[in-house]
């Protein structure tokens, strides 16, 4: 039998999943809000914030955006159906907005990749994604020593 839920466990608004990897690995050149069309079950799970967008990525099919591999655990409390953990998701954005990431999607390099799950205000799941290009080592060195370097400067800054 499943466990019992209390209602304090539930997300109302706020964070449920973040990819700090996305800024790490990607040079994020622009930056959107989508919601996402999900069952029942998914967002129930959600409010638990049983979910992994880390390895989420954005795919293109007949002119609409898909998120892949966003991985949303399955709801324990399930009646007689369920969700797949790992099905492509479709994201609500205008069509302006489809447009334009398809296109910059076209070009070589160009990676449309999740970097935070929520609720908003009205409590309805949205997907911060982020179109960004990828990043080599050498540049993920430097932001780590920019990183390291900003964090050293605060300390001495205290004392």
Known sequence: ?????????????????????ARFDYNILENYTAGL????????????GHANIRDAYGIEENGELYMSNMFIATYDNQGYSSHAERRNRKLLLTHREIIKIINSLNRKGTTLVATKLF?????????N?????G?????????????????EKARLMRH
């Open 119 to 127: 609720f908003d205000n009205k409590g309805r799941a949205k997907l």
């Open 129 to 133: 994604i982020g179109l960004g290009t």
């Open 135 to 151: 990043k080599k080592l050498y540049d993920k060195r430097e932001t780590s020593k920019e990183r390291d370097w900003s964090r």
């Open 1 to 21: 039998m499943a466990k019992k839920v209390k209602k304090s466990d539930f997300i109302s608004t706020g964070t449920v999943a973040e990819n700090p990897r």
């Open 37 to 48: 069309v999900l069952t029942g079950t998914e967002v129930k799970s959600l409010r638990l």
